[in-house]
């Protein structure tokens, strides 16, 4: 019997359709559930066309919204489940830094949501910042939060011991499987022999050939492809507000210094006040943990933004999308690195909404099918808790965690 003949009779309680962090995440909570689920991926294993490849993602609590704030300390608390279950080193706090014009709207926001929930900080001047981490000089214009709960995640480490852990719990893995259609035609008719809800359908192709496998309940969890995904569902839901931008973080060499062991975000300039409209991260890359050659001098730099395109499908890898000089320009707070080397560029996707916010949700025309997108560029830190938040979704119909605004709805 070939291999697409024994696959064709395959079901599954869950299926969960993309293998980032997001859907390795999920599958992983639904098996700890004890729950059969299997996740399927289009790219090989190692693919990097997607946002969750690379060495390094921050973890921070400071956020504009006390929403994000409070869903990155339940992050940590699962970070660190994962870690000891897996015995590695996935998450090492360093502390982080806020700088800005304190007339930013984005940094008076963060410091109004880190001041409400009582979050542990500083107020720091340039001089106290020089004095604390003396590989900065601000100028007298900025001020910063120092918030002590921040840290690096290893994103290479994390990727692989998230699929581990759900392999280990019972979870199945099918990686360079193309998802062609989703027939939920019937999933909430009821069948005519057992009056039970009918099976969802999934055609896919795999490089042997195409196959059919059903399941009870879908997540869809694919990132850029997530519109591309729900076109193939049938009946068609409504497309979601999705923006694909391309992105291109760079990673900086100095040979006059060492990086700051702290990471930060420089928030938008005021309205009007300067050039710089988005927000900029920097991660220090430490060797130690990352296993980056000369990791204790290099820095990760990326902007909140990148180039708009129309699918996945339009990235050209190694094509540069950022203006090298215009980046470096925003860090001129470390000067160590005014003329830094740039030793390696990142390409990633982001999967934007509207209001930057995530998307987790079920189909208002099939609730069996639950969607886990638009995590904008920042949704990796909490891939712990949004994969245990639609798995309850999934499994119970609901989540404990607080998720308001992540609604579909909102953009009707």
């Known amino acids: 019997m070939s291999t697409s003949a024994r696959r064709a009779e395959v079901h599954h309680d869950v299926v969960v359709v993309g293998a980032g962090i997001m ?12 729950t059969d689920v299997l996740v399927l991926e289009r790219q090989s294993e190692h ?46 706090m360093c502390g982080g830094l806020d700088i ?3 007339r930013s709207p984005s940094f008076i926001r963060t410091l109004e949501t880190v001041r409400d929930l009582g979050l542990d900080h500083d107020i720091l001047t340039p001089a106290a910042v020089a004095a604390r981490f003396p590989e900065f000089a601000l100028g007298g214009e900025l001020s910063t939060i120092y918030q002590p709960d921040a840290g690096l995640i290893n994103a290479a480490r994390a990727v692989e011991t998230f699929r581990a852990l759900a392999e280990e719990a019972g979870a199945t ?15 909430t008719e009821p069948a005519p022999a057992t009056g039970a809800p009918s099976r969802i359908v999934l055609a896919c192709r795999v490089p042997d050939g195409e196959y059919s ?24 839901p409504a497309s979601l507000p999705l923006a694909v931008l391309q992105c291109e ?9 060492r990086a700051p062991d702290v990471l930060f975000y420089r928030h938008p300039d005021p309205p009007g006040a300067a050039s710089f409209d988005e927000g900029i991260y920097v991660q220090p890359q430490p060797g130690d943990f990352l296993g980056a050659p000369g990791g204790d001098s290099r ?33 001129d707070i470390l000067p160590d690195f005014h003329s830094a080397t740039v030793v390696d560029t990142d390409t990633c996707l982001y999967t934007m909404t509207p209001d930057d916010g995530f998307i987790l949700d079920a189909l208002d025309s099939d609730s069996r099918i639950v969607v886990a ?12 808790v949004v994969g245990r938040a639609i798995a309850e979704i999934v499994l119970d119909g609901s989540t404990e965690y607080e998720i308001a605004g992540m609604d579909m709805l909102r953009f009707e």
């Open 213 to 236: 496998l059903s399941c009870d309940r879908l997540v869809i969890c694919a990132g850029p492809w997530t519109n591309e995904l729900l076109a193939r569902v049938d009946p068609r």
């Open 23 to 34: 859907g390795r995440a999920v599958g992983w909570h639904i098996a700890e559930a004890g």
């Open 47 to 92: 693919g990097i066309t997607g946002s969750s490849h690379g060495a390094s993602r921050g973890l921070r609590y400071s956020y504009e919204d006390p929403v994000y704030a409070r869903l990155a300390m339940h992050a940590e608390t699962w970070w660190r489940y994962a870690e000891r279950r897996a015995g590695v080193e996935l998450l090492r």
């Open 100 to 102: 800005g014009d304190p």
């Open 173 to 187: 893995f099918s990686f360079e499987t193309a998802v062609l259609r989703i027939d939920a035609a019937s999933a």
């Open 373 to 384: 997108a638009g995590f904008s560029g920042h949704g990796f830190k909490f891939a712990p």
């Open 299 to 331: 820095i990760k730099v990326g902007r909140h933004g990148g180039l708009a395109v129309s699918s996945p499908s339009d990235v050209v890898l190694g094509r540069a999308v950022e203006d090298h000089a215009a980046l470096t320009s925003r860090i």
């Open 249 to 257: 973080p760079l990673h900086l060499e100095t040979r006059h210094g």
